[in-house]
Structures are given as structure tokens and as C-alpha cells.
């Protein structure tokens, strides 16, 4: 990317074009980029149009079941509802730099757009923000643990394997648990406890499959044996028949604390991966709260349907 803005500064002829635009206040920077946007698409036929479609990766549908896709959905939401997780109904958007702002994802690998938005590109951060914004108003109190899923189609722009595997846009179910340290780490286990018991019973029930876990630990608590320690033995004593691995080694790894978990479906001999999850220290950042504890967690729903 350097060097394709360097080539183009060049031509220009002011190569600190890019430091003059984004000195601009936000509000003039986007007025700017509108005007941009629209007057190039004034030139734009529907020859053109269809071209373009043609060639962006990003805006090709996906060859999954419309109707096997979204009556997994609603088993998803609804299982979640039976176990006390609210389900909210993301907008496709997102704040301008809802990912990279927390320091473990850079912005080129979402797709940034006008207007202070990005399209969204992964919903346990719009889920964060959302229940960030509303401890700060007051309009939630999270001393007793809450939990908040969805599932939304994500855009991502980094580049994949060309395989029937990987996709630039793709569904994600996650679940995002928020609550306050009460000491001895409590609330983390409360907040591990219910996802992983979700995902327990929505393999079961699903696809009378077994589920296994992987813990991985990771740094971000001062107590970081202790605390990896004590997630191994919570998880082989509440959920006894969950079989479980991990690995002690620290993994340097800025966006999970204190443990990072791989789920794992087994199926008629067959073994896949089906999403992943871990502490996280996003709600503390917005709120300014060292006491606030975050967990995250999501499946790929296409990958269920492959």
C-alpha cells in the first residue's frame, strides 16, 4: 500500500498530500470524500457498472442456501433466547475504525467507507460498543452478568485462501457477555461458563455432535498462571464432559486476555473447527473502568452449512 500512495503522490507532485487531508477535521475530511465519490460516479455507465461487479470480490453473493441459511439463524437466536442471551439486530455499518481503535486489527482489512462508517466486519466489537454506550448512560447495570448474541454478515478485506473455505463476506453468530470483577475471578467464570454451556447445547441438539475445546493462554492479567489455571479447572468441573486441551505457553497476541479458546466439532469421525473466543479489554477502554470484563465468542454460520 506504501508504495502505490507513494507512486501516486508522485504523480500528483505533493507528498504530503495524505498528512494535509487527514490533519482536516473529521467533518471536512467526509464532506471532502463525498464530493469525491460523487463525482466519479457521474461518469459511471451501466456497462461500467456491471464491470465492476465482475472484478470486486467483495460484492459477489455468496453460493450458500438463502433458505437453509437463515432458518440456521433463527435456531441460533433461539436457543440463545431460551438461555436468558438477548439477541440484537446489528446494522450492516459500523463506527469508522470500530476494530483498529482497540490496537489488534488494522484498518486496511476492513473495508472503511463514508460518513465516519465502515461496513461491519466483525459484530462482537459492534456488540461491545453497544453495551459500552449503555453502562455509560446508566441504561444497563451489569453487576450481575449479561449476554448479548447476534448474527450478521461480515465484510473482511484481507485477502483469503482461494478456497471454497474462505470468503471476503460470510456469516457470524457470536455472543458477547459483559460483567464486573467481584474478586477470585468470579465473574470471568460465570461469563465462560454460559458460552461455552450455549455452544454445548446447540451441537447437541443440532447435530448430535461432541464438542471439544482448546485453551490457549494468553497475557493481560498480572496473575496470568493463576488465572489460566483456574479457566482449565473451571471448565473440566462444570462441564465435565466437554473434553478439553490447552496449551500454557503465552502466545504474543494483543487481542485476547488471560486465555484464548478454539471450539472444535466432531461428526462422524470428522473434526472442524467452528469458532473461537476470549477475554477481551474493549469495554474497559471505552468506559474507562478496570473493573469491567468482557467476553467474546462467535461460530462461522456458513461454515456450519458447508
Known amino acids: 500500500m ?12 505533493d507528498p504530503v498530500l495524505i498528512s494535509k487531508l487527514s490533519a482536516l477535521p473529521k467533518s471536512e475530511l467526509y464532506s471532502l470524500l ?15 457498472l456491471l ?4 472484478i470486486n470480490r467483495f460484492s459477489i453473493p455468496s453460493e450458500i442456501d438463502p433458505i437453509a441459511y437463515h432458518l440456521l439463524e433463527v435456531e441460533l437466536l433461539s436457543i440463545a433466547h431460551q438461555q436468558d442471551i438477548k439477541g440484537i439486530l446489528l446494522s450492516p455499518s459500523a463506527p469508522f475504525a470500530s476494530s483498529s481503535a482497540f490496537g489488534c486489527v488494522d484498518q486496511n482489512n476492513v473495508v472503511s467507507a463514508v460518513r465516519g462508517t465502515e461496513i461491519l466486519s466483525d459484530s462482537t466489537n459492534m456488540l461491545a460498543i453497544i453495551i459500552a454506550e ?26 483469503f485462501p482461494d478456497t471454497k473455505q474462505h470468503f471476503p463476506h460470510f456469516g457470524l453468530f457470536c455472543i458477547v457477555s459483559s460483567g464486573k470483577d467481584s474478586g477470585s475471578y468470579v465473574c470471568e467464570k460465570n461469563l465462560l461458563i454460559k458460552q461455552l454451556i450455549y455452544y454445548k447445547r446447540l451441537l447437541v441438539e443440532k447435530y448430535n455432535a461432541d ?25 473440566k468441573t462444570e462441564i465435565p464432559d466437554i473434553p478439553v486441551t490447552y496449551d500454557s505457553e503465552y502466545d504474543e497476541n494483543n487481542y485476547y486476555k488471560g486465555i484464548h479458546f478454539k471450539m472444535f466439532m466432531e ?8 469458532g473461537d473466543g476470549g477475554f477481551v479489554d474493549w469495554i474497559q477502554q471505552m468506559t474507562n473502568n478496570k473493573k469491567e470484563r468482557c467476553l467474546i465468542s462467535g461460530i462461522g454460520i456458513d461454515r456450519l452449512l458447508l
Open 2 to 13: 506504501n508504495t502505490i500512495t507513494d507512486r501516486i503522490l508522485t504523480q500528483i507532485g
Open 34 to 48: 463525498l464530493e469525491i465519490f460523487r463525482k466519479q460516479s457521474d461518469s459511471i455507465t451501466p456497462v461500467d
Open 51 to 54: 464491470k465492476s461487479f465482475q
Open 134 to 159: 449503555q453502562l455509560k448512560k446508566r441504561e444497563l447495570d451489569n453487576k450481575e452478568p449479561l449476554h448479548f448474541c447476534t448474527t450478521a454478515r461480515v465484510l473482511r478485506a484481507q485477502v
Open 211 to 235: 464438542i471439544s475445546v482448546i485453551i490457549r493462554k494468553r497475557r493481560g492479567y498480572a496473575d496470568g498462571d493463576g488465572f489460566f489455571d483456574r479457566m482449565i479447572e473451571l471448565v
Open 267 to 274: 461428526k462422524d469421525n470428522e473434526k472442524i473447527e467452528i
